[in-house]
């Protein structure tokens, strides 16, 4: 008898990846796609890596490919931009060793600056596309595609999205099954993108992608739920599921391959049933392709492209049922904040006292940007924060950037903020960069980076000192602080905004969240010296209220003893005690 076992969706991609034999993972930590990596990793027979980001990851799964091995490249939607120069290329190049790109999609924007849909994508670079919907099938899909990828050769999309790879679902464990290694072949007109190379591999995968469209149709992954034929379906992934909730009766289309599409299967599908809907959460991928081929249905014109669907939207859109449901409105709003204690808010409750702009990156310290702290003031993409106050000064001068810094986490920073230094550096540019070193990749769950002396596995290694980094950038001003040290801190940053030179000021404090930190002490308030000012509530603790007399209560089962409210204090009415 089988085992089955409950699995997160990432979970059960990472036990597709053992059974389907793979060997090479790299990857860079990115909500929601950061599981994957983590439970690979727990197979010893997979060779599992944290890569600065995710161009590095995609590449180093190509050459395993080359190599002759199963190998997988994990990331984010908004990470597979990073990808897209090796992704674009590999399309034409084609596999060795069956190679598989994760692609988590994050509908909702939970935890993302956009809402891209990497089916976009993958038509324009011309790989196929994989899609689960639920654990079961996530595990499944993930052997599909190394299948298709060597049966084709081409690497393969498995597209997810945050709803799937954090929902939970029976899956059956089988063995691993590892197919023997490709033979490697010197072959430069495959494996080497030179122009008169490429030409003729464009042709190639145009030729692939007729092929797929039509085998797919006879991919037992894509497949037809015939019921009333009143109504019919085509959708995939997730919104499957919501359709099967919301119109059990109705025929449906499941397409668990979303690019190419099976041209054929949809045809026949769409002649069967009498009013046809494409259910697709964001972009109309499916549907105006469908609609391209002369075939009526129903879309976008009654579901949005912003969000996640549910079976509530079906209801509403198709049967106009009316929904007993709480407004969006009246829900209270429950916005995310800084941890009790962490050295961010330190950092930019000096930033704005000194009332300093920053030009903002992707972190925790994104959170910067709202109040009470409301010091930044841009966010676009990882790594951005340093090229955008570059181009503030190239735009406006050196003067207009003298309250200005640029602030980026230590991973960011090995991410792609390094690039953008060393760009100012070479520029001759002026302006402060702000690393905030907190010894981990944060907002992702404490995921270990290049300089934190740690390998995904645990193992030790060679820890990159950013201090030094900076310094053979070619960064001549190079100043380490403790976050919580507001008083140096001020100095310092007050100094170097108004260098005419380029400097960095790395702040050196970890994350109050990572495992083994020890807090010896809490803050408690001495309500009789409190003189209601409100000093120390004014970087947005959330350990700290204002009791109904106007003094300082500090929750100290929330509390971490950093002390910033302290030393904010003018008055003596906080002070440390042992925990």
């Not at 966010?379 to 570059?390: D, R």
């Not at 003094?551 to 002070?575: P, Q």
């Amino acid at each position: 008898m089988s085992e089955k076992k409950v699995m997160l969706g990432n979970e059960a991609i990472a036990r597709g990846a053992y059974e389907a034999g793979v060997k090479v993972s790299s990857a860079y930590p990115g909500t929601p796609s950061t599981e994957i990596s983590e439970n690979i990793v727990k197979y010893k027979e997979i060779y599992a890596e944290w890569a600065p980001n995710e161009k590095v990851a995609t590449e180093v799964a190509i050459g395993a490919s080359i190599s002759g091995v199963r190998a997988m490249a994990s990331m984010k939607h908004v990470g597979l931009n990073v990808a897209s120069d090796p992704l674009y290329t590999v399309s034409y190049i084609g596999v060795n060793g069956g190679l598989v790109m994760v692609v988590a999609d994050d509908p909702g924007m939970y935890s993302s600056q956009n809402e891209q849909d990497t089916r976009m994508i993958a038509r324009a670079a011309g790989v196929p596309v994989l899609e689960p919907s639920d654990s079961s099938e996530a595990k499944e899909f993930v052997k599909k595609a190394y299948e298709i990828s060597e049966e084709y050769d081409t690497p393969v999309i498995l597209r997810t999205t945050t709803r799937l790879a954090h929902s939970q679902g029976l899956v059956e464990l089988c063995d691993r099954v590892e197919p023997e290694d490709k033979p490697y072949v010197r072959d430069a007109k495959k494996n080497v993108m030179m122009p008169g190379f490429a030409k003729l591999k464009h042709l190639v995968v145009e030729e692939r992608n007729k092929r797929l469209i039509k085998d797919s149709c006879s991919f037992d992954i894509n497949r037809a739920e015939y019921n009333d034929t009143k109504i019919g379906f085509i959708t995939s992934g997730i919104p499957y599921l919501y359709v099967k909730e919301a119109m059990p009766q109705a025929s449906v289309l499941k397409l668990g391959m979303v690019n190419p599409l099976p041209k054929a299967l949809i045809e026949e599908f769409a002649s069967k049933v009498d009013t046809l809907y494409i259910f697709e959460e964001l972009e109309p991928v499916i549907e105006e392709q469908v609609k391209s081929w002369g075939i009526k249905c129903i879309g976008k014109e009654i579901f949005t492209i912003q969000g996640e669907y549910s079976a509530n939207m079906i209801r509403k859109a198709v049967l106009h049922e009316e929904l007993n449901l709480t407004p969006a409105n009246e829900v209270p709003a429950r916005p995310p904040i800084l941890c009790p204690g962490c050295p961010h808010r330190s950092v930019f409750s000096v930033l704005n006292k000194l009332k300093i702009h920053a030009a903002g990156d992707i972190g925790c310290y994104t959170l910067g940007a709202v109040a009470p702290l409301s010091v930044v003031d841009s966010v676009v993409c990882m790594g951005a924060s340093i090229s955008t106050l570059h181009g503030m000064e190239k735009a406006k001068g050196k003067d207009y950037i003298k309250n200005w810094v640029a602030v980026i986490g230590d991973s960011t920073f090995l991410h792609t903020g390094v690039n953008s230094l060393m760009n100012m550096a070479y520029n001759k540019a002026t302006g402060t960069v702000m690393i905030l070193d907190n010894s981990t990749t944060g907002m992702t769950g404490h995921q270990d980076h290049a300089a934190t002396g740690k390998m995904l596995n645990g193992e030790p290694t060679y820890a990159i000192d950013i201090y030094k980094l900076c310094k053979t950038i070619g960064v001549e001003h190079v100043y380490e602080v403790n976050a919580f040290d507001i008083d140096e801190l001020t100095e310092v940053v007050k100094r170097e905004t108004q260098r005419e030179e380029l400097s960095v000021i790395i702040t050196k404090s970890p994350c109050v969240l990572l495992k083994g930190n020890v807090f010896k002490t809490k803050c408690r308030p001495d309500s009789e010296k409190c003189k209601k000012c409100g000093m120390c509530l004014r970087p947005g603790c959330p350990a700290l209220t204002k009791a109904e007399d106007g003094t300082i209560r500090i929750d100290e089962t929330m509390c971490n003893g950093c002390g910033l409210c302290k030393k904010l204090c003018k008055f003596g009415a906080i002070e440390e005690v042992e925990a």
